[in-house]
C-alpha cells in the first residue's frame, strides 16, 4: 500500500493559506498597524494594506496560487537577461524537379 500526498506545500486548512503567505502578510500586518496607529501616514498605511491584501488574493491562473507569485513571475519575466541571436538566412538553390 502507498500513501499519496497532493502536494508538499505547507497547507494550513484555511482557503488554502500556506506558512509563506503567514510569513510574508505578518510583517505586513505589524507595520500597516505601526504606521496607522503612531505615526502622521495614515493614508499611506491604508494604501499598502490594501496592496497587500491584494497580493494574497488566491487567483488560478497558474499553479502559483497567489497574485504576490504572479506579480513576482511578471517582473522576473520583464527584467530577467534577454540575449537574441540573429542569423542572416543564407539562400540555397535548388533545382526545379520538373526540368530535372
Known amino acids: 500500500m502507498y500513501i499519496t500526498v497532493k502536494t508538499i506545500k505547507r497547507n494550513l486548512g484555511f482557503k488554502g493559506i500556506e506558512v ?8 505586513m500586518i505589524i507595520l500597516f498597524i505601526v504606521l496607522f496607529c503612531f505615526t502622521p501616514l495614515k ?3 491604508i494604501v499598502g494594506l490594501m496592496i497587500g491584501i491584494f497580493c494574497l488574493l488566491p487567483i488560478n491562473v497558474s499553479k502559483k496560487n497567489r497574485m504576490y507569485k ?7 519575466f520583464l527584467f530577467n537577461e534577454k540575449i537574441f541571436v540573429y ?3 543564407r539562400k540555397v538553390n535548388k533545382l526545379d524537379e520538373t526540368t530535372g
Do not use: R, T
Open 70 to 76: 504572479v506579480i513576482g513571475l511578471i517582473f522576473k
Open 20 to 27: 509563506s503567505d503567514i510569513i510574508i502578510a505578518l510583517p
Open 43 to 45: 493614508i499611506p498605511a
Open 87 to 89: 542569423q542572416k538566412e
